[in-house]
């Protein structure tokens, strides 16, 4: 059966029956937009397999128009390494993940995927919560922020949010990584040519590439879609900075 | 004829991967399968072969998983603790519906010593959602490497995790094993499998998931028409897989069950009592999961006597007592029943026998 292609909709956007999955003013359904628009501008559509753990992100498994898994909440940084090794270095194997899945749950999978310096690429959209379950802690809650797991705001007793561009980017055997935001036409030009370096880092063999694609979460902020972007600029950029953290094209 | 060699059970376990064509290997150590793992580095990696260590177990069922979903026969191998953090990932491999082969290597509870203590864990599915898998339990080392080719053909059959139930001793243990190659039925093409739309034949994208039921597929629109479908494949395998060995049964008042190692044990003691004119048989469960109910009801109506022997605490006697359904006196011989109480100890046929008498 052929798909109906939408006019304005990026080509990869599979039109399917289902009712719009994110909640307005929330900015993953943008992400997965530039997703789309990524693979198909590489011309990787046909030699491509996504990846997906368990969250808002899920989504992304039946949104997008290649060849997908959704698998355990955490693991697909586990799920990516094994399907690499086995289909090789002319398949593009690609994460999409949560800040949940990639750093809490999937702490483990995600470190050791980039420490073994896997040719596969992360996609972690980070929207400071967890989305789907309601607004609770994630690892990437700001400090005061509040959620329905810490109401009086994050405190040290809760811990410190960890900066997976920045942690990531440590490792030796990660050859990208960089963060991203969508608040404005030039950061969503600019974290399209993140995602588009980080795929070219495993198109070429280098090792592990990670991009973090900073996202509004309105309705567990419990703020208004524009008062959620300056948001993020005012509480999330000072603390998650956008940039390249890593960019080599030999793992030394 | 094949090639004969002298080796572990755990090495078995890898020249049986190999004659069923497996392309993938994924594990972590754990004692006492370590042998296992350290023949997958060695020999998978030269033949160009995927081997790969994980972080952990709960890495290496979602390697698995990574692996299986390709459509290549893959694999992991553990031992009891492992075992326990794969549970997630077995619920997620039976939803998903992707054939592959773990190999779990009992050891006595949380002792690296020899034991039969995970059966009701692989029988009755220890993760969530109300899965079974297919369990095979082999004897020998001869056991182990053919079932390793049993065990992959069955789980492409019905696209399911199938477990290949050892133990410390068979996986110490060294003996000679013939390296043949067996035949099975032609199986489905895996059109299933996520490759890459580049491979797909109606140029429709694969999607392959967890939450079958949940997430829409072609399969499964919803998740009562997935539980009508996953039933009707337990039904299918309960109807057609059912395997068991039965020796001196057909006049046999008393009736001995074991399953791995122990049922040589109890091979011994057969012996002896019919020397000494007993008339006793045995059945040893080949699959524990479709466990061979029939035979067990059969010989129930006959008045026979069971005496279930296991190297644990009592599992297999559960589904023994719910298959002879209150017709039969069934006894157990278990670890307390070891020739020394320590983990050093074993159930001796000298044992069988002497309880085989106390019940007579």
């Known amino acids: 059966m052929e798909e109906k292609w939408i006019a304005g909709t990026p080509k990869l956007w599979r039109d399917i029956p289902l009712i719009i999955p994110f909640c307005p003013g929330c900015q993953h359904g943008t992400a997965i937009k530039a997703l789309c628009e990524v693979i198909d501008e590489l011309g990787m559509e046909n030699n491509s397999v996504l990846v997906v753990g368990v969250g808002c992100n899920t989504m992304a498994s039946v949104l997008v128009n290649v060849d997908s898994v959704m698998v355990a909440h955490g693991r697909p940084g586990d799920v990516a390494s094994a399907m690499k090794r086995v289909l090789g270095k002319d398949t593009m194997v690609i994460t999409w993940q949560g800040d949940g899945d990639t750093l809490a749950i999937g702490c483990e999978p995600t470190v050791h995927a980039a420490a073994r310096s896997e040719n596969i690429t992360t996609f972690m959209v980070n929207n400071a919560n967890y989305g789907t379950t309601g607004g609770q802690l994630a690892p990437t809650s700001v400090m005061g922020q509040v959620t329905t797991t810490s109401p009086l705001g994050r405190t040290p007793s809760h811990g410190y949010p960890i900066q997976g561009s920045e942690f990531l980017g440590s490792l030796r055997g990660v050859a990208y990584s960089a963060r991203g935001a969508f608040t404005s036409p030039a950061n969503y030009q600019k974290t399209k040519k993140y995602m588009k370096r980080a795929l070219g880092k495993q198109k070429d063999c280098v090792g592990y590439s990670f991009v973090e694609i900073l996202s509004t979460c309105p309705a567990n902020w419990h703020m208004s879609p524009i008062e959620s972007l300056k948001w993020i600029e005012e509480e999330m950029i000072p603390q998650f900075p956008l940039g390249e953290f890593k960019n080599v094209d030999k793992i030394e | ?360």
């Open chain 2, 1 to 360: 004829m094949a090639e004969k060699l002298l080796i572990q059970g755990n090495e078995a376990i890898g020249w049986g991967a190999l004659a069923a064509d497996c392309k993938a290997f994924f594990g972590y150590p754990i004692t006492p399968q370590n042998e296992a793992i350290e023949w997958f580095a060695r020999e998978f990696p030269q033949r160009g072969r995927v081997f790969l260590q994980s972080a952990s177990e709960c890495g290496s069922i979602n390697m698995l998983h990574g692996g299986a979903v390709t459509g290549v026969r893959a694999m992991t191998s553990t031992s009891g603790p492992g075992w326990a953090l794969m549970q997630e990932g077995m619920s997620n491999l039976s939803n998903a519906e992707l054939p592959c082969i773990i190999v779990l290597v009992q050891r006595g509870w949380n002792t690296t010593r020899h034991a039969q203590t995970d059966y009701t864990s692989v029988t009755q599915g220890g993760g969530y959602g109300g899965y079974k898998t297919i369990v095979l339990a082999p004897k020998s080392g001869q056991e182990l490497h053919d079932f390793m080719q049993l065990g992959f053909y069955l789980a492409d059959k019905y696209r399911t995790p199938v477990v290949i139930l050892s133990d410390a001793i068979l996986g110490q243990m060294m003996e000679s094993v013939e390296l043949q190659t067996l035949d099975f039925e032609p199986l489905p093409e895996k059109d299933w499998a996520v490759t890459g739309k580049k491979d797909s034949k109606d140029g429709n994208r694969r999607f392959s998931s967890i939450a079958q039921g949940m997430l829409p597929t072609p399969r499964h629109p919803n998740l009562c028409s997935f539980w009508e479908d996953y039933k009707n494949k337990l039904d299918s395998i309960k109807e057609n897989e059912v395997r068991y060995e039965t020796s001196q049964l057909d006049d046999a008042e008393f009736i001995l069950v074991a399953f791995g190692y122990v049922a040589r044990v109890c091979g011994q003691a057969l012996l002896w009592a019919r020397d000494k004119g007993l008339k006793v048989g045995l059945i040893r469960p080949i699959t524990l999961w479709p466990f061979p109910s029939k035979i067990f009801e059969e010989k129930s109506l006959t008045g026979a006597k069971f005496l279930v022997v296991e190297d644990n605490m009592g599992q297999m006697i559960e589904d023994v007592k719910l298959s002879v359904q209150g017709r039969a006196e069934v006894h157990l011989v278990s670890s307390l029943d070891r020739h020394l109480p320590i983990e050093e100890g074993a159930i001796y046929p000298e044992k069988v026998l002497e309880k085989l008498e106390e019940i007579i």
